[in-house]
């Protein structure tokens, strides 16, 4: 075994506050628009979602949220609400045929209620509806996922369809030291995984290639605010490796071709790949006190904890780590909470197989009797089973 | 052996057969014609529900009203709306069959076309909850329900009915015996509509606690009251029902099981179906693409002016979509709104079809259904 501990550095992501919602504010929208006070439920709905920010009388005025790189628009027009973001706007010469393509397989769909839409050459994001039919529960359910959709669609589509950005919010790029931080991050990251890729060929186990697949993409994701075209590939690649439906073998080839893409990188790549974007609603899961008992105890810690007695130190250190890193990569925690998942990550940092895993067995231990709560293990197992593939 | 049908041949072409499939707001299942008006297929197949669909093979349905249940021996006789020409089986001799014997399954697994599957008898006389099936190992899944078993002969030994989901290959069939018996007291009777009483078999045509012949106490062996009556619908149900309606689709042939409805708007194939608990969706699979003028094709898919419907791809096949927020339904009582908006997405379905392959070199989707394409109505 060449790879003897990995290393959990601090994110150069920043961290994204915990905005409590203010779930009376909802109930009150609901009740406004049960009342047809349609007017009043909007206000409502959008000062549950943007509790930060003031909402203009959207007939006179549109509000411009800021998601990531997206620009969403909310206004009132005859009688209607409409949301929309820019796309992109197709080129004369540009890869056309193969970017609507994409927009009409990936993003129009069933199941979702904002479509993309071409108005002449710009391609938008868009919602509309009457105001009697705009229910808050299907206002809130546009506005989170809409923007989140936009934000996803980012500068990619430049490099891959040759269409032009009219209106996205610039990200700005890291600073010179932080940049060297993210790139040592960055070429540490896919040389560990290199190594753990050949001893998950050795061991020929999927369930260490679960482990892996999810470590290779969620960790990156967690230590550095990665948008643009890098971030689209990895989400493409790990689509298929971390899809445990897949075949292994397609999964491993899938893993090892991005690997091998992620590593050959350039740092002119990466710099235009990083920057700190703004949201104006918390992209990130709430974490509850459910969701650390579910992940850190139950049937779930049981099976790491029989890898770890079992003397099979690397699997149960790369599960803990994987989880950990889970749950601080798509949740957003209170700072005391956040401070102790981030503690034990840097405890388990460079240490050695057997050590990490030690240690992260009784930091898990200690995190859910401190801040978890007491679940049915079925219950337990069942929302991890979910949640893990993310 | 009936002299027409040499038994090594006399499957080979199943589609003139008449067994058909048949829908509910529950479910689908199997039936086969024992006249040219009347369909068997099991009780758990059609009840509650008094009017179904009948799939013919070109995918028209017809309606069928229930007319007779017995719950206990899992068997129903459905009236059809109009006689149909499919070739009716003839009920087989059930006393000779044998173990290893080939056994014939004609039916609509999983919802999949007329598909026929074999296997042997395993036991001619299986014991099973003090009734007696013949059991087999030929493959059933769920869709088979009602269908026929047949032997070499072409004969109906038995109506399939279920199978133990715990073990492989154990699949049970309704005696023939008991289905002739069945079907020569539903020759005899002369009510609309009838359930047998699951001790002493006679007919009850109303909802009652007690059997007026044997004094059984009804309920003790189904909810025997609710065969009498419709299922109470969910608001989603009857929401998407009075919108198919307004739409002039008759709501119980669009029925495809569990908050499931398809049906034909002319040309274009129509489906329903909640995705999650939150968005009904209505699709319709119009047509595939062709290899030039893509461009044009997608920017006319795209167009906002198709708003509120979009039109999205899947794989080469372009689908014409509706999307319902589940609170709009549950919001109000009335929805004239919506309703004239899937009215809306029916008509518009029925003319894109036409337009995608008339203008933009598109092919007709493998559900489509041609005969319909250039009918004076669509145009």
Redesign the interface.
Known sequence: MSITSLRCPAPIRRRLPVAPRDYDLRDRAITA??QQDFASSIQLALQYLLPEISIPDLAAEPLLIVQGSARVRVHIDAGSLAISAVLAELQSGSA??AA??Y???RL??????F?????GAV?SL?F???L??M?P??LI?VLQRLPMEADANDGWMVERFHVSTPDREPVATLAEPEFDQAWAIWNDHWSAMNELLLESRRRRSVRFLDTLGSLAANHIRYLLPLFGPVRADLNESAETFTDNEEHPNKRDSSLAKCIKSMSKVSQEQLRNCLGHASYAINPLQEGTPSLISSMLSGNRMQSTGELRSAGRSLEAALELISDYVYLLAYHSWPAEIESTLRTGLEQASDKPWREAADLLWNHANSTVRSHGNDLDPSVAEESAEYSYDA | MTPDHDPNQSLDEIDGLGVFQVYTGAGTGSGFLIDQRHLLTNCHVVAPYRQVAVEMRDRTRIMGTVRRLHPYRDLAIVELAHAVNEEVLTLGDGSALRPKQSVHILGFPVGLPLSLTEGVISHAHQLLDEQHYVQTDAAINPGNSGGPILDDQRQIIAVTTCKLTSADSVGFGIPVEDVRRFIDDFRAQKSKFGVQCPACEELIGDALRYCPSCGTDLEAYHEFAEFFDEPDPHPLVNFVESALAKANVDPVLARHGNHNWSFHSGSAPIKVWCCCSEHLNFSSPLAQTGSKGLDQLFQFLLSADHAPFCFDMNGSTIRLNLVVHISDVFASAEHPELAARVTQFVAKANASDNLLIDCYGCSPAPETQTDFLNSPAHQ
């Not at chain 1, 129009?108 to 209620?113: D, E, K, V």
């Not at chain 1, 479509?115 to 108005?119: A, K, T």
């Open positions: 628009f049960e056309a045929t609507l393509r927009y009409l397989t129009s769909a069933t199941g979702q209620l479509q993309p839409r071409l108005r391609l868009e509309r509806d009457q009697g039919l229910h529960l299907k359910e």
